[in-house]
């Protein structure tokens, strides 16, 4: 019976967090009262809801892996074997992968039994319309997250599976057990692809309804708003080919936070600040209780530096840095081996890719967009969506090839805008490539090749690559892994399987 409780990853959330909420986001899940305790209050409710967030900050979810291991399995990293870490994930072995699932569901399941409670609440002075609105759209705009890194995880995207071996979507459960017999009860099945995107879009069509837009350095950007509803309903839209409705809540957003774009000269600082500029979402970590450490933090995972340019000061293991075609895409001429670094070209992004040190072994190009900016070594926000994430979605929602409202004219003129924002000297070394993307695919391609330029390190690539049904082109360093390979998906963890005959492993494992 204790075993048959975590059945289909949905963790018999009795146990509800309630903590001190006294500097926006210092969270501890760990602590926690009895469920009838838990929630009858507003001090609980709030510090529940906390709770919540502080689950993205887990290893297993933005705390590292949603971060890194995208980068390792896809064309963007190589593993320097300095601690052993992500060697085994960039050579792409069977096993070695996403594994949020059980992080995800007790995060979805505390959603839902809070969502459950708020109604219910009985407190003077009463529940105003204001309140219910914002915890529940909070909530599921969590829970819309919280699912689609799942599916985009643990599923193929709408109409790219692979045949035979597409086993659908992941179980979307919006009730949560409050008895063990009705967790022993609990066998969810893999719902399907289509239908989880669903369900998502529901949520985040309510979590917009229901959330304002507030700015304010307590809400923005470390809780759930508007306009990072709008951005994230965007991002979910694209990965569904759903280009009208992808252009539209980019739109919106856009509309709001547009102008938070950093241009050229900001953008480096914007990185060396504990709050990136055009953050619209990002998960935050305040004091050092939170720090996940030199062992796995993003800062240690990918860089071996403490602060930029200094090579004698030694700190993390810098286990993933940028493969060689990644710094020739960014315009970097470096020795590979040894990370000397000889020429750049007037792209700013390579600006933040540097020398490390040879402290722990060959010293490589690295990655220094996580810098231990909150006040300790390893303590860097995550942002999950950023302004330029806009742009370059509406870009490719209207230069697909099966778009509807296909438009090269406005999609070139996205593009144009974050690469004059990108590049010092754009008139001399970039206008008269980008006048002359005059065809769908030279357009979209180069689309795509700024999206791995905006966001590499901040794992994104190996999703862009998944979704677009490409392979995964590896050399010089790995093996190509084909779209087919059934390791472009994780396995579903084993204990749920085996406890839940309803739910069917992925292909191949």
Not at 21 to 27: A, F, I, S, T
Not at 195 to 206: H, N, R, S
Request: hydrophobic letters at 40%; glycine letters at 8%.
């Amino acid at each position: 019976m204790k075993k048959q409780i975590y059945i289909g990853g949905l963790l018999l959330a009795l146990l509800v967090s309630a903590v001190s909420c006294k500097k926006g986001l210092e969270v501890d899940p760990r602590q926690s009262v009895r469920l009838e305790d838990a929630l009858t209050s507003r001090d609980n409710v709030n510090a529940a809801i906390l709770g919540v967030y502080a689950r993205l900050k887990n290893l297993r979810v933005y705390g590292r892996d949603l971060v890194a291991i995208p980068e390792a399995l896809a064309d963007n990293g190589f593993a320097t074997n300095k601690s052993g870490r992500l060697v085994a994930e960039a050579n792409n072995n069977p096993g070695a992968h996403f594994a949020h699932w059980n992080s995800a569901y007790f995060a979805i399941a505390e959603i839902n039994l809070i969502l459950d409670a708020v109604p219910k609440l009985n407190v003077l002075p009463v529940v105003t319309t204001a309140e219910r609105n914002n915890w529940e759209g909070q909530l599921k705009f969590l829970r819309a997250l919280f699912y689609f890194d799942l599916v985009k995880a643990y599923g193929y995207e709408p109409g790219q599976g692979v045949l035979g071996q597409d086993r659908g979507g992941v179980p979307f459960v919006t009730a949560t057990p409050t008895s063990v017999e009705a967790a022993a009860a609990n066998l969810p099945a893999r719902a399907k692809v289509e239908d989880v995107y669903t369900a998502i879009y529901k949520d985040l069509t309510e979590a917009n309804s229901q959330l304002a837009n507030s700015f304010s350095s307590s809400v923005f950007p470390q809780l759930a708003t508007k306009v990072a509803a709008q951005s994230l309903f965007a991002r979910v839209a694209l990965y569904n080919r759903d280009y009208t409705r992808a252009k539209s809540w980019a739109d919106s957003a856009i509309a709001v936070v547009g102008s938070r774009l950093m241009n050229a000269g900001a953008y480096v600082n914007g990185w060396r600040t504990a709050i990136n500029p055009e953050s619209i979402f990002e998960v935050r970590f305040v004091n050092q209780a939170e720090n996940n450490g030199v062992n796995e933090s993003p800062q240690t995972t990918f860089t071996t530096l403490l602060v930029p340019g200094n090579t004698g000061l030694l700190g993390g293991f810098g286990d993933l840095v940028p493969s060689s075609t990644l710094l020739s895409e960014l315009g970097i001429t470096a020795t590979f081996a040894g990370g000397t670094v000889s020429a750049r070209t007037d792209d700013v992004r390579n600006l933040l890719y540097e020398q490390g040190s040879a402290g722990r072994g060959t010293a490589r190009v690295e990655c220094t967009k996580f810098l231990g900016k909150n006040g300790f070594p390893n303590l860097d926000n995550i942002p999950v969506i950023r302004v330029s994430d806009l742009f370059l979605i509406r870009a490719e929602a209207l230069s697909a090839a099966t778009s509807p409202i296909q438009d090269l004219t406005a999609a070139r003129a996205d593009l144009v805008r974050i690469k004059q924002n990108r590049y010092t000297n754009y008139a001399t070394t970039q206008q008269t490539f980008d006048n002359g993307l005059t065809t769908q695919s030279a357009l979209f391609n180069e689309i795509i090749r700024q999206r791995r330029l905006e966001f590499a390190f901040e794992g994104h690539r190996f999703f862009d690559l998944k979704r677009l049904g490409r392979d995964i082109v590896k050399a010089p360093h790995y093996a190509t892994l084909p779209y087919t390979d059934f390791k472009i998906l994780p396995s579903i963890p084993v204990r749920e399987t085996d406890n839940n005959p309803n739910l069917v492993q992925n292909f191949g494992y």
